[in-house]
Every structure is written in C-alpha cells, then in structure tokens.
C-alpha cells in the first residue's frame, strides 16, 4: 500500500518569502501530525489535524499554520520565511487509538537563504 | 516542560554484539511510548507502540521493555548487523485535546563489520 506521501522533497526559498508543503496520508489514516526537525532541536510537534480540525498545535509562532482537506491530505503553510525555519519538515498520519503507531512522510527539507 | 531523555547518544557496536539502550519518560499520566528506528535518507519507521506497564514487545532481533511506575523503556538489540545501524527514537505520547509525540533526542547506532 502506498505510504506517506510529502512533496516537494527539497525546498530552497529566501528570507521573507511564504512557503506550502503538503502531505498525503495512507488510505484510511484521518489523523495527520507535522513535526520539524532541526539539528539542535530535534523532532518538534508543530501540530495535529483531524477531520480537516486542527486538534493540537505546538510551541510554534503564528507564521507556521496549516489545513486538512476532506481527503485528509494536509498542508503546512509558513510564512515571512526566517533563517531559522530551515529544516525537515515530517507528515505523519495513523488511526486514532493509543495502540496505534504513526506512519511518517519521507519529509521536506527546507533551506531559507 | 515534559522531558523526554534517551541514553546514550551514539553507540558503536560491532557486529555480532548485543546492545541496548534506555529511554526515560514522566512517570505520571502515562497513555503510550512509541519507539522508531530512522535510517538516514529514510523516514521514521514504527517499531514498537507500548501501553501497559510490563509490556515486552518483540520484532526478529529487537525487543522492547516498558515500566511506567519508575519512567522508563528499553530498546535491545541481540547479534546486531550492518542493517541495524540507524538513530532509534522514542516518543512519548501525551493527549492534550488530542494525541501528539513528543521525541527524545534519540540514541544513534553505529555497527563496525
């Protein structure tokens, strides 16, 4: 079965400029979950959507946000792009439940110059 | 601030050895550990998701332990291989209006032939 889809792979923007990445869940997960990874950081929550609601948000600013369609594919949206937003940025869907493990993306890496 | 803290953070190991290594978590409000195995240029693969304090999971040579009384899991590999080498993370998972991960650092594994 198809896993996590995320494109574009690898994103090069400058400063100030806006940024979408988008990811598409395996067949039947509506839980879809973001998560930027930085060197010094490590894996971040960014935040949670189900059923095109945003349940769970992280310790992000404003500038990060994002969306879930009716097909449960999910996008991320960053804007007024900073150095500091370079990054991977990992999707990630699962079924609801506590036994469930998450499915991730293959990520997008980001780079603002 | 919930702490999620894995020990150590890199190990090298040769080939044939058995290896393990340690996860810590808060104690209270326990709801589930995930443990992931993330080989470079992939994306972060479900090994184990535990629930229930005493729960051992087992995967071919890979098995996990869980203890929610005193915070802790452990992630062991016996006769380790090339193949294993990777960054193992754990996640612990938290409901705040919904599910979300939050990642130690991870423990990465180097296996010399």
């Known amino acids: 079965k198809a896993g996590v889809t995320q494109t574009p792979r690898y994103l090069i923007k400058t400063r100030g400029q806006q940024v979408t990445l988008s990811c598409s869940p395996i067949s039947g997960h509506r839980s879809v979950s973001w998560y930027q990874q930085t060197p010094g950081q490590g894996l971040q929550f960014l935040f949670e959507y189900f059923s095109e609601t945003q349940r769970n948000k992280g310790n992000f600013p404003g500038r990060f946000s994002g969306r879930q369609f009716s097909n449960s594919r999910s996008e991320m949206n960053v804007s007024t792009l900073e150095l500091g937003d370079s990054a991977l940025y990992l999707c990630a869907s699962s079924f609801m439940g506590r036994q469930y493990g998450y499915t991730f993306g293959s990520g997008t890496r980001l780079t603002v110059v | ?113």
């Open chain 2, 1 to 113: 601030i919930l702490n999620v803290e894995q020990s150590p953070q890199s190990l090298h190991v040769q080939e044939g050895d058995s290896t393990n290594f340690t996860c810590s978590f808060p104690s209270s409000n326990f709801y589930a550990l995930h443990w992931y195995r993330w080989e470079t240029a992939k994306s972060p693969e479900a090994l184990f998701v535990m629930t229930l304090n005493g729960d051992e999971k087992k995967k071919g040579r890979i098995s996990a332990t869980l203890n929610t009384k005193e915070g802790y899991s452990y992630l062991y590999i016996k006769g380790s291989q090339p193949e294993d080498s990777a960054t193992y993370l754990c996640a612990f998972v938290i409901i705040q209006g919904a599910q979300k991960l939050v990642f130690g650092q991870g423990t990465r594994l180097t296996i010399n032939p």
